[in-house]
């Protein structure tokens, strides 16, 4: 009887060995601890120890060590901050519309506009809307009231934007450090944020020690800011270990995706700004699409398309929603004879302000689109980003000043912070629109958020004695693939539209030998669940074809193949994945897209 459920063990064993490969390599899930070709690898760490350490240099971290350093020297105290980002250069990983408003920036940097240096950018002068039916086109009018009225907003490359916020840091004596990931939190013994310690490099892809294998850094701080924007890979273990999100509704996110074009100068219109709603999507999908005309060195176009990703169809293929768009009469013409330049995706946080989570803990805070300040029907988020980042570094700069707390060698909680965004323009703002977005939900989809947006906010400017729910995480909002329709999607004509690897690389995206950073808490589970349920979906809402299934070196099945170095940091696997499997962890330093000015 020992003999026969010995064997019958031992096949199972050889059947999940054949049939789920290994996939997962990343020591965050196989501890290095139980993992031989580590036993004699030195594991100690160089430090550095700074007053206020940021990650991410993006428009908030950025604008959160100016104002530091601004406060710094009104104050006539001394005060050493640092910015840890994890693109090769400032601005790679940035990626938006953009069309800003300016009121934060005019705060921060009043003398923005006459800086020679400055960003190059494009106030707007037109302002279209439309709803799309599959051949016509129906203008909706806009007008001042209404959040997609822009006149007085500038068309920018935000990624060009947060270059030259770059270089204004470097000009007040900030630390900006580009090339280095922070990868994990450091804490004090009573649980307290410490600071934060960069990724190991020189890790081969099987998980092993290279000889170039180099310890990370850590930084040491008195509070630690992060910034790391949409789903951030440590943002997400704090709001585990605080609780964060134990008194707010589950976040929800769109991905956005991105092409710069070089038109014909005949069809160049500086200044003008379109959206539209409706086809290709139906009723019960969220989304829609943006043109926007900058005034560039050449004829640019920004065209992007965005979508809820609480959209339900397991076959719906976000990055081919975005080309079969580009096809539609009134769209197509635009492009042709033009060329495209540029590609990119990311996510963005939807939920609005019923969806922000406490924004600090013992030690630091959370700031910009990482806790999610974006405005949804203005589809902008960068202002209330920067001034977030503004209203915390002020926060921040009172505390770590403070006489009592430099002697204090347990981090203090800057809980001045919430308090003072609540009374901000930021809150007022994100509490008018609050019912904009999750009023999709009715049984009327799209056209419940168009009536909602007509009736509630033009009139009511949310005011009304309600809040609507988002009702759960968008990875829950699946069907079965057996419930669903397959979705056409026509053939790249490589003039207009494009395959999704062509796209790629544009993207200037690149990892290094290494563990792939899209780890699996389960490797069976891609096959036994995803696949068998819902047709394996991330193979189509990756934006970066990282996830594919093909079929198993021998005998019967699929597998799935995890192709680590397209990846361009979108988050959206993490986000969607039906499981909650995946898990995106950072990876070396410097890897990722390389957007030039997106």
Not at 336 to 348: D, Q
Not at 523 to 528: A, K, T
Request: proline content about 7%; aromatic content about 10%.
């Amino acid at each position: 009887m020992l003999d026969k459920c010995a064997r019958v063990f031992l096949q199972r064993r050889l059947y999940s060995a054949k049939s789920f490969p290994k996939i997962t390599t990343h020591y965050t899930v196989i501890p290095r601890e139980t993992d031989p070709r580590w036993k004699d690898v030195p594991m100690e760490r160089e430090s550095c120890e700074t007053d206020v350490v940021i990650v991410g240099g993006g428009p908030a971290g950025l604008s959160a060590a100016i104002r530091l350093k601004q406060l710094s020297k009104a104050k006539d105290k001394e005060l050493s901050v640092c910015v840890i980002e994890k693109a090769s250069a400032i601005g790679n990983h940035t990626l938006s519309g953009a069309c800003i408003e300016t009121q934060a920036l005019d705060e921060l940097l009043p003398n923005w506009k006459e800086d020679e240096s400055g960003f190059k950018r494009t106030p707007v002068t037109s302002d279209k809307f439309a709803f799309l039916t599959k051949t016509n086109r129906i203008s909706i009018p806009i007008f001042k009231g209404l959040p997609m009225y822009n006149h007085g907003n500038y068309i920018v490359r935000l990624g060009n934007v947060v270059q030259w916020l770059a270089q204004k840091a470097e000009e007040h004596e900030v630390d900006v450090y580009p090339g280095f990931a922070a990868s994990e939190i450091l804490y004090h013994e009573d649980g307290s944020v410490k600071g934060i310690a960069t990724n190991d490099a020189g890790i081969a892809k099987d998980g092993s020690p290279k000889e170039s294998f180099t310890r990370g850094m850590e930084f040491h701080s008195k509070c630690t800011i992060f910034a790391e924007g949409c789903h951030g890979h440590l943002a997400k273990q704090l709001y585990k270990k605080f609780g964060l999100r134990d008194n707010c509704e589950p976040q929800t996110y769109g991905i956005g995706l991105k092409e710069l074009w070089e038109v014909e100068p005949a069809k160049h219109k500086p200044g003008t700004i379109e959206h539209t709603v409706g086809w290709p999507l139906d009723r019960h999908t969220y989304g829609g699409s943006f043109l926007y005309h900058l005034d560039d060195d050449a004829p640019l176009v920004s065209v992007g398309f965005v979508i809820g990703l609480d959209y339900q169809n397991p076959y719906l293929n976000p990055f081919r929603e975005f080309q079969r768009f580009k096809l539609h009469p009134s769209v197509k013409p635009l492009f042709e004879g033009g060329k495209r330049i540029a590609y990119g995706a990311r996510a963005l946080n939807e939920g609005g302000v019923q969806s922000i989570p406490k924004l600090t803990f013992p030690g630091g805070c959370l700031i910009g689109c990482s806790p999610g300040f974006m405005n949804v029907p203005k589809i902008k988020g960068t202002h209330n980003a920067m001034k977030s980042a503004m209203i915390a570094a002020e926060t921040v700069f009172d505390l770590v000043t403070a006489e009592e707390t430099k002697s204090n060698t347990i981090a203090p909680e800057p809980v001045e912070y919430e308090k003072k965004l609540k009374e901000s323009s930021i809150w007022k703002e994100l509490h008018s629109v609050r019912n904009i977005r999750p009023s999709f939900h009715s049984f009327l989809g799209f056209y419940g958020t168009m009536l909602y947006t007509g009736v509630f906010y033009l009139f009511g400017r949310g005011k009304e004695p309600w809040t609507l729910s988002h009702h759960g995480a968008d990875h829950g909002k699946l069907k079965p693939a057996a419930e669903c329709q397959p979705i056409e999607y026509p053939k790249p004509d490589n003039v207009v539209t494009f395959d999704l690897l062509s796209s790629v690389a544009l993207t200037g995206t690149n990892h290094e030998d290494q563990p792939a950073h899209l780890t699996l808490k389960d490797d069976s589970i891609p096959v036994e669940r995803n696949l068998k349920l819902f047709d394996g979906p991330e193979q189509r809402f990756c934006p970066a074809g990282v996830y594919e299934y093909v079929p198993l070196e021998e005998g019967d099945g699929q597998r799935l193949q995890i192709n680590a170095q397209n990846c361009i940091h979108c988050k959206t696997c993490d986000i969607k994945d039906p499981s909650q499997n995946i898990n995106w962890v950072t990876p070396e330093g410097g890897g990722g897209p390389a957007y030039n000015g997106m």
